[in-house]
T-cell receptor, first 117, second 112 residues
Framework: AQTVTQSQPEMSVQEAETVTLSCTYD???????LFWYKQPPSRQMILVIR??????QNATENRFSVNFQKAAKSFSLKISDSQLGDTAMYFC??????????????FGTGTRLQVFP | GAGVSQSPRYKVAKRGQDVALRCDPI?????LFWYQQALGQGPEFLTY????????KSGLPSDRFFAERPEGSVSTLKIQRTQQEDSAVYLC??????????FGQGTRLTVV
């Protein structure tokens, strides 16, 4: 069975600074996807960034980037130039690879990020 | 609509009452997932549909939970004889052939 662990229940950062959220996972699968989702108070999960396990290059989306260490089973999220709107719960998630489409997501327990002015 | 729509947004049920939660996926999305998110926790998988076929219901916590998607579009999650431990946010997600799942805003169920 796959597990996802987020060891930081809460983090805080000042506006315009950089913050890194940690995530580790356990799996025996060789091909899979990893995701970071943002959940604001509206409750809707919003995809921030995704990483395919077979790709060695770390994914980047504007101010968001990941540090994917496959051997260590580590997948951290770096948020640069933090903005007040980044305040939310952040969830790391794992998904097995499927030939087509989406499989179920396995989520961590989340990290609450507070961005201060 | 353009996104996944869930209704109601909030539901208060007395213990023992039956409830039905609705999910309208994005039009044309083949896959539909239900998740349960307890307070302060990450979402946990409940069940999965591909079109009208329920291919995985391994996450349903008891036989009081039942889900259907009869025409391969709208889905309903039904909980019979609700108990306090059923209090949670129920999230629905849909996807097409890509790996990205799109989530609705969830239904917050409170059992009193």
């Amino acid at each position: 069975a796959q597990t996802v662990t987020q060891s930081q229940p809460e983090m805080s950062v000042q506006e315009a600074e950089t913050v890194t959220l940690s995530c580790t996972y356990d799996t025996s699968e060789s091909n899979y996807y990893l995701f970071w989702y943002k959940q604001p108070p509206s409750r809707q999960m919003i995809l921030v960034i995704r990483q395919e396990a077979y790709k060695q290059q770390n994914a980047t989306e504007n101010r968001f980037s990941v540090n994917f260490q496959k051997a260590a089973k580590s997948f951290s999220l770096k948020i640069s130039d933090s903005q007040l709107g980044d305040t939310a719960m952040y969830f790391c998630a794992f998904m097995k690879h499927k030939a087509s489409g989406t499989d179920k997501l396995i989520f961590g327990t989340g990290t609450r990020l507070q961005v201060f002015p | 609509g353009a996104g996944v729509s869930q209704s109601p947004r909030y539901k208060v049920a007395k213990r023992g009452q039956d409830v039905a939660l609705r999910c309208d996926p994005i039009s044309g999305h083949v896959s539909l997932f239900w998740y349960q998110q307890a307070l302060g926790q990450g979402p946990e998988f409940l069940t999965y549909f591909q079109n009208e076929a329920q291919l995985d219901k391994s996450g349903l916590p008891s036989d009081r939970f039942f889900a259907e998607r009869p025409e391969g579009s709208v889905s309903t999650l039904k909980i019979q004889r609700t108990q306090q431990e059923d209090s949670a946010v129920y999230l629905c997600a849909s996807s097409s052939i890509s790996v990205e799942a799109f989530f609705g805003q969830g239904t917050r169920l409170t059992v009193v």
